[in-house]
């Protein structure tokens, strides 16, 4: 049994690499004098708007909120339809049945993972889907979806394309960060997350002025004016604490990003010739933001049982699709089967990674695998 030190988990290691910088930024927050949407939430929109480069951040109460008011802020709502993968986390679904519009289940392309633009073309031609106003693309585990070719079926459309990215953080399409690369990001910064908060919270990209100014409103209350509500909007904060706390991180949000893609690179070196193995692809012109390091193979669960039962950590993200959800099994799919999805749900796993796990660990978690005796 491996000692379980050796895969601590990320959370309390994010928070002790960042721990006198978080209680100086706590105790700032403290003994200040404004604990909603103060000075902290602004500098933090700021600065992580620079970084993702773009125009506007909108600081929300978490990345579910997030997608929910992006929706809203464009007018998407009732009778609306919007394309989503069905293998994503269910808060993607969510989100837009909480906007009021109705999801269309699109399959993944089997390599990246993430939405597929020939499928999403077959599906927004089909007679069910002719109220499609926006597609949600997904950049599933940090893998940035297609954007070429979805930025023009949407073009071609006249439809939104809009990018959930709680996964992505540092994420890169033809050098660019995901999040201000369509009419708006949404993110995620549950404590999980490449860049976690020691909670919830959230946050909303976007160039247009307009979409910003709107998000603002929508956030608290739909007021424009204290007390004025000149929309209907919802309590959606991001917190002060959490703003103060999510400032320390991002500074060294850059140097982590190189950790993960440094133990993702060892993986491929010490996996890379494991014939019954599937390693996660990396599409041209994209930087993998390495949130999770998800293999696959035909062998899933007793590779499971074997890595668990030597203290391994691993997961499976995801157990089910959405479309195969109790709460969501009577969507209608907006492609026939979703037969890639179904098949990679089936033999996906996830391993170990995250900046503050050792060389030692991932050779452990490899060894474990190449001494796996085959079914």
């Known amino acids: 049994m491996i ?4 895969f601590s988990a990320y959370p309390i290691e994010d928070f002790r690499a ?3 910088g978080i209680r100086d930024a706590m105790d700032r927050v403290l003994t200040g004098s404004s604990y909603i949407l103060g000075p902290e939430v602004s500098a933090f929109e700021s600065e992580f708007a620079d970084w993702i480069g773009a125009r506007h951040a909108v600081g929300v109460a978490n990345g579910t909120d997030a997608i929910e008011l992006l929706l809203r802020a464009h007018g998407i709502g009732p009778g609306d339809q919007v394309a989503v993968p069905s293998h994503t986390a269910v808060a993607s679904v969510s989100a837009i049945q909480r906007a009021g519009a109705d999801p269309v289940l699109v399959d993944i392309d089997p390599v990246s993972r993430t939405i597929d633009a ?3 073309g077959a599906a927004l031609a089909r007679e069910d889907a002719r109220n499609v106003k926006a597609v949600l693309a997904v950049h599933l585990y940090g893998h940035p979806a297609p954007l070429a070719p979805l930025q023009a079926l949407c073009r071609t459309n006249g439809l939104l394309l809009l990018e959930d990215c709680a996964q992505a953080h540092g994420a890169e399409w ?6 201000a690369l369509a009419d708006g990001g949404a993110f995620s910064f549950y404590p999980t997350k490449n860049l976690g908060a020691i909670g919830d919270g959230g946050a909303v990209c976007t160039n247009d002025d307009g979409i910003a100014e709107r998000l603002r409103w929508l956030r608290q209350y739909g007021w424009a004016e204290r007390y004025v509500s000149h929309v209907t ?3 959606s904060r991001l917190d002060e604490l959490q703003a103060a706390l999510l400032r320390v991180k991002l500074r060294t949000l850059d140097q982590q990003l190189k950790r993960r893609s440094a133990l993702a690179r060892r993986y491929e070196e010490r996996l890379g010739s494991v014939g019954w193995l599937q390693l996660p692809a990396v599409s041209e012109n994209v930087r993998h933001a390495w949130h999770l390091y998800v293999i696959r193979t035909p062998h899933r669960e007793a590779l499971f049982a074997h890595l668990s039962s030597a203290g391994i950590p691993v997961a499976l993200h995801y157990p089910a699709a959405v479309h195969q959800q109790p709460a969501y ?13 179904e098949s990679l749900l089936r033999e996906i796993l996830t391993l170990p990674l995250h900046p503050y796990l050792s060389d030692e660990a991932i050779d452990r978690v490899c060894e474990s695998i190449l001494s796996f005796p085959l079914p």
Do not use: D, F, M, Y
Not at 174 to 179: L, S, Y
Not at 329 to 341: D, E, H, I, V, Y
């Open 233 to 235: 909007g919802i309590n």
């Open 18 to 20: 960042h721990e006198a």
């Open 3 to 6: 000692p379980s030190q050796v």
């Open 118 to 120: 020939s499928t999403l």
């Open 174 to 179: 033809e050098g660019r960060r995901v999040g």
């Open 329 to 341: 099994c009577q969507l209608p799919p907006g492609s026939p089967g979703l037969p890639q999805t």
